[in-house]
């Protein structure tokens, strides 16, 4: 049995086979996540209570285990408008949809050294701007200056997710201007149903063209969640 996905995109049918997915999001392993902004490793804990110990190498009936991590710097990870908002929004209030239509494009440098994107069709809900197309996606970013986006790319732009294969939109030091963050949450109106996605892991053999993106994250009471992207290729919208 084969398991399909109907959509109807604009007045045409589509259907996608649920095994064709591809991972662009990157696992939390307990060593060698990636890092950006210095913060700490990923830490797992096996539960303690009294004389229990929750790890079945030590004889125990289960495994039961806490672990920590920084959502924004050590997983792919979506955030929704709370991550610069002085009033608290969180992803429990503001979950992403679990599907879009994306383009997936390979973004170039401009003339002001800042990352821009080629002209994107008006019928996505989203975009994938991928960096890494042509060479390996490294694990550290801390302390490398990665490229930055230029905030004209997203100015009055109807998007509701952006996902970048980078730590972020913005460089890595600005003295808190986040100046494309507010250029994608610049809609009033519309800011609290986007997302950014960030530090995703885009194979280079992926072609770019149309996608239907599936998000997972978790409904937490944060700005940001791990998250899983899987994409469907989609032949013509």
């Known amino acids: 049995m084969v398991l399909e996905l109907k959509l109807r995109i604009g007045q045409k049918n589509v259907k996608i086979p649920l095994k064709n997915g591809i991972e662009i999001s990157r696992p939390i392993l307990r060593s060698g996540n990636v890092n950006a902004y210095f913060v700490d490793p990923v830490q797992f804990r096996t539960y303690t209570k009294n004389d229990f110990l929750a790890n079945t190498q030590y004889g125990s009936s ?47 440098f401009g003339k002001d050294g800042k990352l821009t994107l080629p002209k994107i069709s ?19 970013f801390s302390g490398q200056n990665a490229p930055s986006f230029s905030p004209q790319v997203f100015q009055q732009h109807q998007w509701s997710i952006f996902v970048t294969d980078l730590p972020s939109v913005d460089p890595e030091k600005d003295d808190g201007q986040l100046l ?24 280079m053999e992926l072609q770019p063209g149309f996608y239907i993106l599936a998000v997972q994250s978790l409904a937490i009471e944060s700005d940001a969640s791990p998250a899983r992207l899987i994409v469907y290729p989609i032949n013509d919208v």
């Open 122 to 140: 008006s019928k996505v809900e989203g975009v994938i701007g991928r960096f890494y197309h042509d060479r390996e996606v490294p694990q550290m």
């Open 62 to 108: 289960v495994n039961c285990e806490y672990f920590s991590l920084n959502a924004h710097g050590q997983s792919t990870h979506i955030e929704c408008y709370g991550h610069i908002s002085k009033r608290p929004l969180h992803l429990n209030k503001a979950l992403p949809k679990t599907h879009y239509l994306v383009e997936l494009v390979d973004v170039v």
């Open 180 to 203: 494309a963050h507010k250029a994608f949450w610049w809609n009033e109106n519309k800011r609290n149903t986007q997302f950014i996605s960030e530090l995703a892991k885009i194979p």
